[in-house]
């Protein structure tokens, strides 16, 4: 087993007295931001990082609560606290009620899928390897086959056609891209879904004019078919 990393109680000390919870966040969000705090990291004890804080026990237990909350943290009881190892679904989460408290239109929805599906497409067409975009496509036949098959479920369609987008996304070979997209995508479930509902084939006919376009390495030809599938899906959610 690898040596833990103990981080210094030193590094959390701020030049200002505070002592509130978000000022304990926000001080263990600049440590992960500068990589003074890294996954796997233990944190120092309680009483350590009250003094280096000049916080009280409460708001740093308070803190330890939320960012775990977060999935950023992990308690592990007779051990310590530690920073996670990966992003987990907790964070994504968190993002997703904010972003649904703040009363989003779909015309944001609009803008935001455009330049996410746009710029996943640049990025696949300049760098992805064949076997990235024949993943997509091994995914998108999948759909092909059930739609044979005579599938109307607009669950199943959903999930389907989920799966073509998660496929496009992890082509790009980035992890971030991969995360970001796929938690946009909760976002557009509900309409997806209700595309499936008025149209069976329209998403997998549209799909197939996407993956020609990345197949051929052809940017322009990608992005007219991927503006039509929003298109498309504007049209069938309202």
């Known amino acids: 087993m690898s040596e833990v990393h103990v981080v210094d109680p030193d590094l959390f000390r701020t030049p200002v ?13 600049d440590l992960l931001i500068s990589h003074k705090l890294k996954p796997g990291d233990r944190l ?10 000049s916080a ?26 530690y920073v996670s190892d990966s992003t987990g679904q907790k964070v994504f989460d968190h993002l997703l009620f904010q ?17 996410l599906e746009l710029g996943i497409a640049q990025i696949i067409i300049k760098s992805a390897s064949d076997e990235q ?4 496509r091994k995914v998108h036949e999948q759909m092909g086959r059930s739609l044979d098959r005579d599938e109307k479920d607009p669950g199943i369609l959903t999930e389907l056609d989920l799966d073509f987008h998660r496929a496009f996304a992890e082509a790009t070979g980035n992890v971030l891209i991969e995360r970001i997209y796929g938690f946009t ?8 879904r209700k595309t499936h509902e008025n ?5 997998y006919t549209l799909h197939t004019k996407i993956l020609e376009g990345l197949a051929a390495r052809d940017e322009e030809r990608a992005a007219e078919a991927i503006l039509r599938s929003i298109e498309q899906w504007n ?3 309202e």
């Open 17 to 29: 007295r505070k002592s509130t919870v978000d000022t304990v966040i926000d001080r263990i969000k």
């Open 44 to 53: 120092p004890n309680e009483m350590d990082l009250t003094k280096s804080l």
């Open 56 to 81: 009280s026990r409460g708001s740093i237990r308070e803190a330890m609560k939320v960012l775990s909350s977060f999935g950023v943290l992990e308690i592990r009881r007779g051990d310590g606290t």
């Open 99 to 115: 972003v649904l408290l703040s009363r989003i239109d779909k015309s944001q929805l609009l803008q935001l899928r455009r330049l």
């Open 133 to 136: 975009i024949g993943h997509i």
């Open 185 to 192: 995508l909760e976002l557009f479930e509900p309409s997806i």
């Open 199 to 203: 149209e069976t084939r329209l998403a």
């Open 235 to 237: 049209a069938l959610s």
